[in-house]
């Protein structure tokens, strides 16, 4: 397909990159004069930078194919993943982020480490970081492989060393501050190649009634009926926001941004203009995936965004700037991951067992451990390969094998007084090993190494079905050993500390402390009313 690119798409391409570089080694002669200001950007961050690099370190490779795969398959349906994000986005903004932002901490298992004890922290930064290889390093780099296979015939693994090394360079040595930075020119242009794709698209395709008459009527349905494998109603109403929870509110990933911002309004703000943001891929990512499947009706898949890309449907120079939006989504998430899990390493497993280190230690340590998640990751790759499930799908399918457990410590830990450590520690333990057993038996039946009639109705069971019962089952081990430690007796003064001082799980004082700004924020709330709207629209006008 490399004949469908004219000089000035690749000369686009190659502008975007040196433009990316030349934003991300600016911040990095800045400096980082302590290990804040690597891992946190000083703490300086506005609330259009954070919103803008929530939404950009979100959608990569995996969304542009994965979502828009799905659409070409199945519809619209997948596309309640995304609007679901716009729901707990708001959670986040209004009821967590405060908390999250007073009480003072770098990383969401230090949080936990307060609430409970080190145990936990540690546990839950060593399993964050293995999240983050199987669940967004692999699939991103293998799904930014693949487009580039099928657009250039790039060997997958020589894209993805080119893409980890064009990202680890600005990331590696600017940390926080260069990441962020680099991630709102491209969050920007990833929403306007996107856009832009999707515009051509409908114009090929006769507008929005053309597309309708190109396709089956059940493309346009958010709701499948509850026996579904991948959509059923019941899991998108119950399931999916469980995983949403996990992925929005107690991901280092996604709240480090929050972590960053000047001020509590900047986070709630920024946080909210995230959530406005995410109601697009339903247009600009989803969508393209109709349009694909109406113009080439024996398309796979997951080819559909690569194809759309290689087709006559966009003129030349505007696919240069679509496959630049594409390279940007893949280059901003991939430097997040890179620099969360440096973040996790550093200050949840070497900084507690070097108390007295310098800040110049701890800034080196960052960098060396972005340098091994970056090996990992490359090595890891080739374990996608083995998912031949759509891949956004595919994400969801091994996020809701893990994410319940760490939802259920996180809201019993936000939310009670009484929950103990020992009764989260159990939780997360058990809970894992039951989702993480889950994901056994789909290999054994999909590789037919078993027969064995239970196993094989076992993984017949929908992953959203399942993360609601390991949701359950979570809160129930949770619930039984703090009530037999008899939890609710013990002296709460340690657990429920003022917002002023560290950390709160009272909301009342929260809420009581922010009238003036529930006054003075009145935008905040009309931009979260309105998004509700928007949503119940959509799901009017789709049902």
């Known amino acids: 397909m490399l004949n469908s690119f004219t000089t000035l798409d690749i000369t686009i391409i190659f502008l975007y990159l040196i433009i990316t570089l030349g934003i991300g080694f600016f911040y990095a002669r800045q400096g980082n004069k302590n290990s804040k200001e690597y891992f946190l950007a000083g703490k300086n961050i506005g609330w259009f930078a954070v919103g803008i690099s929530i939404f950009a370190t979100n959608i990569s490779s995996e969304h542009f194919i994965g979502l828009a795969g799905s659409g070409a398959q199945r519809g619209l349906a997948v596309a309640q993943f995304e609007l679901m994000a716009v729901f707990i986005l708001i959670l986040l903004a209004w009821f967590l982020t405060p908390i999250y932002f007073k009480s003072g901490v770098t990383t969401l298992p230090e949080f936990l480490g307060k609430r409970f004890d080190q145990k936990i922290r540690?546990?839950?930064?060593?399993?964050?970081?293995?999240?983050?290889?199987?669940?967004?390093?692999?699939?991103?780099?293998?799904?930014?492989?693949?487009?580039?296979?099928?657009?250039?015939?790039?060997?997958?693994?020589?894209?993805?060393?080119?893409?980890?090394?064009?990202?680890?360079?600005?990331?590696?040595?600017?940390?926080?501050?260069?990441?962020?930075?680099?991630?709102?020119?491209?969050?920007?242009?990833?929403?306007?190649?996107?856009?832009?794709?999707?515009?051509?698209?409908?114009?090929?395709?006769?507008?929005?009634?053309?597309?309708?008459?190109?396709?089956?009527?059940?493309?346009?349905?958010?709701?499948?009926?509850?026996?579904?494998?991948?959509?059923?109603?019941?899991?998108?109403?119950?399931?999916?926001?469980?995983?949403?929870?996990?992925?929005?509110?107690?991901?280092?990933?996604?709240?480090?941004?929050?972590?960053?911002?000047?001020?509590?309004?900047?986070?709630?703000?920024?946080?909210?203009?995230?959530?406005?943001?995410?109601?697009?891929?339903?247009?600009?990512?989803?969508?393209?995936?109709?349009?694909a499947a109406a113009i080439f009706p024996n398309i796979i898949g997951d080819n559909a965004y690569a194809l759309l890309i290689a087709s006559d449907v966009i003129p030349s120079g505007i696919k240069g700037l679509v496959l630049a939006g594409l390279l940007a989504a893949i280059m901003s998430s991939l430097s997040n991951i890179f620099s969360v899990a440096a973040t996790l390493f550093t200050n949840d497993l070497y900084k507690p067992k070097r108390i007295n280190a310098s800040e110049d230690e701890l800034v080196l340590v960052g960098r060396l451990s972005t340098l091994v998640m970056i090996l990992l990751a490359i090595l890891c790759?080739?374990?996608?390969?083995?998912?031949?499930?759509?891949?956004?799908?595919?994400?969801?399918?091994?996020?809701?094998?893990?994410?319940?457990?760490?939802?259920?410590?996180?809201?019993?830990?936000?939310?009670?007084?009484?929950?103990?450590?020992?009764?989260?520690?159990?939780?997360?333990?058990?809970?894992?090993?039951?989702?993480?057993?889950?994901?056994?038996?789909?290999?054994?039946?999909?590789?037919?190494?078993?027969?064995?009639?239970?196993?094989?109705?076992?993984?017949?069971?929908?992953?959203?079905?399942?993360?609601?019962?390991?949701?359950?089952?979570?809160?129930?081990?949770?619930?039984?050993?703090s009530l037999r430690e008899k939890a609710v007796t013990v002296d709460v003064s340690r657990y429920v500390i003022s917002l002023k001082q560290d950390i709160t799980y009272s909301f009342q004082e929260d809420i009581g402390s922010s009238n003036a700004i529930f006054h003075k924020s009145k935008i905040n709330f009309i931009i979260s009313g309105f998004l509700m709207i928007v949503i119940i629209g959509l799901w009017s006008l789709w049902y």
């Open 122 to 291: 540690k546990f839950f930064a060593i399993f964050s970081i293995i999240i983050y290889i199987f669940t967004k390093i692999s699939v991103t780099l293998f799904a930014g492989g693949l487009i580039f296979y099928k657009l250039f015939g790039l060997n997958i693994y020589s894209s993805a060393i080119m893409i980890v090394l064009l990202t680890g360079l600005y990331t590696l040595i600017g940390g926080a501050k260069s990441v962020i930075k680099t991630s709102v020119f491209q969050g920007i242009l990833l929403i306007l190649g996107a856009v832009l794709l999707t515009v051509f698209g409908m114009i090929e395709v006769g507008g929005f009634s053309g597309l309708q008459s190109k396709l089956p009527h059940d493309y346009f349905n958010m709701f499948k009926h509850i026996s579904d494998p991948e959509f059923p109603w019941t899991g998108i109403i119950f399931g999916a926001p469980i995983l949403a929870f996990w992925y929005w509110c107690t991901d280092q990933y996604i709240v480090q941004k929050i972590l960053s911002a000047k001020s509590m309004e900047d986070a709630r703000l920024g946080t909210l203009f995230a959530a406005a943001i995410k109601i697009t891929p339903v247009f600009i990512l989803v969508l393209p995936g109709l349009i």
């Open 381 to 481: 790759v080739p374990l996608v390969k083995m998912i031949d499930n759509g891949l956004y799908i595919y994400l969801q399918v091994l996020q809701a094998y893990v994410s319940p457990p760490i939802a259920a410590v996180f809201v019993f830990g936000l939310f009670t007084k009484w929950a103990t450590s020992k009764s989260v520690f159990w939780s997360l333990l058990i809970g894992e090993a039951l989702g993480l057993s889950r994901l056994v038996m789909d290999m054994l039946v999909k590789w037919e190494i078993t027969n064995n009639s239970i196993l094989i109705y076992l993984s017949q069971i929908n992953f959203l079905h399942q993360a609601i019962g390991l949701f359950f089952i979570s809160s129930f081990i949770i619930i039984v050993i």
